[in-house]
């Protein structure tokens, strides 16, 4: 199966958007369709043994409409900005050509002279009215016509129809000389639809801004360095080659030909050009474009670093890892751009609605006239209120509803490092009861650190970490990296180990300076026959906090402890009270014993843990939690938290975790701060208030505005302008989410 997304140009109302997705999902060979009329595009899920994507665009062609690939995206968006220019010319021509028909027929004002045996002043009416309803307005006629062809009709249906019965009966009316003309009502009808119409695609445009937005992000160059060597040297000695570099040596390439491998330098204030490590150099970078954090990150050799993001203090030489569509920009636009076309559950049933909603107002109009021409036997007083009903009603409000605001929603959050897959996702976020919290990578850190260095027998504190981490630098355990690294941020000088020796699960020995040196756990110093006697309070406190306790020896006596933990994450605790205050409980799920669990949760506020889970029993945990009854969001970085992450209602992945922990997420967080948790669910009950207020608004537009026009309550000039408004105000209201957040 192959998944392709395309462009259609030319949907004016959610009924476009319902026919093409129709037309879409009777291909032979189309798995799944989605036509989305917030973002104009077309999502089709297909297996290319069977249909051609050629096949795919002439199904839409078909419908009248046109369509743009992939690669034609660029130019099809600078001819929506000409076409935007256009449509806004269009509208404001229309209304000031509406203007003198509308005076010279509100005042009646007569001129003392006439044409063929009519005063100017219908003239004029006649002639400024008919233009702006058969030229400005011809994409109405014409989209009406194609929709007729084809058995079908939309809202350039309703508004032909209406727009012409108005200016047809005044011309009928001129021939058989009634003067009852309505030249005015059609133009002003046009004027002010055309002029929705403009503010819609303008608003619309801003809705879906994110996207545009992300994509500037990125370097448009990069400096390279010549090399004369070949990148497999570079990478052989990479010091060597940025030592022997010179200023003639760098090049400025544009960024789409840098390759894996290459090596760049980037100059402090300028934007990081490719995701890449660190090779030389230490500098702080302004990530917030990815995180959303204000505070730049520092970074050293060794470090990732991420293109579109900014250094700002230092040089840093830079060997590129992902290039073009592999790196995190690239990533995260294709993810923004999934979401935003993807329907939420709550927009099929609009869509639904707006598939039936035009041939049920063509009858409502129908019987308008009829009744109205029953009750009075007058055909004018009969088509003016047809007319009203045709024009008010707006299924472009319903249609427009959801996926305007998930356009801003997904957006938003893009801008703060929370990155929403789909419209569903919002959607379910809104009806979370439970957030369960993998405890590893998700609340701690995920990393041991040194906690504390509690020293005996008189020894100083560096002296036990100096040992300790000369000795544990040559070991590869965790414990013993968070031992090196603890020693490495104090500055503290190492020393060279002889007769290094690795106990497995234990511990490690060897000889510093002439001095026997023992490091590892209790049971170690035991088989050792080294007394901890000294140490033991210490020992049994460490124990009790859940952390791991390491024993010095230095000549057979034990000079200090050192307590290692995985530290907790600095905005947990906060994280978990904000969301007991939305009405949320926390629970969290860990392979380790109940002695750590307990520890790690009570400092964080959770008092519901299931400890000592195997990693495939975690959905069952999900699962029995469902079976309450209870909407269940799971939090998670690792692979084992990939089945967990899937069977829960809401999966939120850590995004400084694996690949397939991300891929199997509803929402990822780029940096993995448990706030954003609660960030991300704020913002989707945020999003769908907005979705139920557009769809609220939309639903009682029409309910109310229908019978008003039916029973000639309405102006059609009136009506015209109430739909124009209805349609920009779903728009607008989703653009009032950016306000709110930003």
């Not at 893009?414 to 979370?432: F, Q, S, T």
């Not at 049971?523 to 952390?547: D, G, P």
């Not at 909407?631 to 692979?639: L, N, P, R, T």
């Not at 780029?670 to 609220?696: W, Y």
């Amino acid at each position: 199966m192959k998944t392709i997304t395309f462009t259609i140009v030319g949907m004016h109302c959610a009924s476009c958007a319902v026919r093409n997705e129709e037309s879409l999902k009777k291909v032979n060979g189309v798995a799944n369709a989605s036509v989305n009329f917030g973002t104009h595009s077309a999502t089709v899920e297909f297996d290319e043994a069977v249909v051609a994507e050629k096949t795919l665009h002439d199904a839409v062609i078909k419908n009248g409409y046109k369509v743009f690939t992939e690669e034609m995206t660029r130019t099809h968006k600078e001819a929506a900005k000409k076409e935007l220019a256009l449509a806004r010319k269009r509208a404001l021509w229309a209304i000031f050509l509406s203007l003198p028909p509308v005076a010279l027929a509100m005042t009646g004002f007569a001129f003392p002279f006439g044409i063929a045996g009519y005063n100017t002043s219908i003239w004029i009416q006649a002639v400024l009215g008919s233009f702006v309803v058969l030229v400005l307005g011809r994409e109405f006629h014409a989209g009406m016509i194609r929709q007729a062809r084809m058995k079908a009709a939309n809202m350039d249906t309703l508004i032909s129809v209406g727009t012409l019965a108005a200016v047809g009966y005044s011309v009928w009316s001129l021939i058989v000389r009634e003067m009852h003309l309505y030249f005015e009502t059609g133009a002003v009808i046009t004027a002010l639809i055309l002029l929705g119409r403009y503010f819609e695609a303008k608003s619309r445009g801003q809705a879906s801004e994110a996207i545009e937005k992300l994509l500037q992000l990125g370097a448009k160059t990069a400096r390279r360095i010549k090399v004369r060597n070949s990148n497999i040297e570079i990478r052989n000695n990479i010091e060597a080659q940025i030592s022997n570099v010179q200023n003639e040596e760098y090049e400025d390439v544009p960024i789409e030909t840098v390759q894996v491998g290459d090596l760049l330098l980037v100059k402090p204030g300028e934007k990081i050009p490719t995701d890449g490590k660190v090779v030389k150099g230490e500098s702080s970078v302004d990530e917030s474009m990815l995180t959303g954090e204000s505070m730049p990150a520092g970074k050293k050799v060794g470090d990732e670093v991420f293109g579109a993001t900014i250094n700002v203090n230092g040089a840093l030489y830079i060997e590129a890892t992902k290039v073009g569509q592999e790196t995190a920009l690239a990533q995260i636009v294709k993810m923004v751009a999934e979401a935003q076309v993807k329907k939420a559950p709550i927009q099929k049933l609009a869509d639904k609605i707006s598939g039936i909603f035009v041939p049920i107002v063509l009858g409502i109009a129908i019987l308008t006239a009829v009744g109205w021409y029953l009750a009075t036997g007058d055909i004018a007083q009969s088509i003016i209120p047809a007319v009203a009903v045709l024009v008010i009603a707006c299924p472009c409000s319903l249609g427009l509803a959801t996926p305007t605001a998930i356009m801003v929603g997904t957006g938003l959050g893009a801008k703060r490092g929370i990155l929403i897959k789909n419209g569903e996702a919002l959607e379910k976020g809104k009806k979370i009861d439970v957030v369960m919290f993998d405890k590893t990578g998700t609340l701690t850190e995920g990393k041991p650190r040194v906690t504390d260095i509690v020293t005996c027998d008189g020894a100083a504190e560096d002296d036990v970490l100096r040992l300790a981490a000369s000795i544990e630098k040559l070991s590869e355990h965790p414990l013993a990296s968070a031992v090196f690294r603890a020693g490495e941020e104090k500055n503290i000088p190492l020393q060279e180990v002889h007769d290094f020796e690795n106990l497995a699960g234990r511990g490690v020995t060897g000889r510093i300076g002439g001095d026997a040196v023992v490091v590892g756990s209790a049971r170690l110093m035991q088989e050792r026959q080294i007394s901890t006697s000294v140490c033991e309070r210490a020992l049994e406190a460490l124990e009790k906090e859940a952390k791991t306790a390491i024993a010095v020896a230095k000549n057979d006596v034990v000079i200090g402890v050192i307590g290692i933990a995985d530290t907790l994450k600095t905005d947990a605790l906060e994280a978990v009270k904000k969301l007991r205050t939305l009405g949320i409980e926390t629970y969290m799920i860990t392979g380790d014993n109940k002695r750590t669990a307990g520890a790690i949760a009570s400092r964080v506020g959770i008092e519901k843990v299931f400890a000592e889970v195997l990693p495939q029993d975690k959905a069952e945990q999900v699962k029995s939690l469902q079976r309450e009854g209870l909407k269940v969001a799971f939090v998670g970085d690792g692979i084992n938290d990939a089945p967990a992450l899937v069977q829960a209602d809401l999966g939120i992945a850590v995004g400084t975790g694996t690949d397939i922990a991300i891929e199997a997420g509803n929402i990822v967080l780029v940096k993995g701060h448990p706030l954003k948790v609660v960030e991300a669910l704020t913002l989707a009950r945020l999003t769908f208030k907005t979705i139920r207020q557009n769809m609220f608004w939309a639903f009682f537009y029409n309910v109310v505005a229908l019978p008003l026009a039916a029973f000639g309550l309405l102006n059609p000039m009136i009506a015209a302008g109430a739909m124009a408004f209805s349609s920009v105000s779903v728009v607008g209201n989703s653009l009032r989410m950016k306000r709110r957040r930003e």
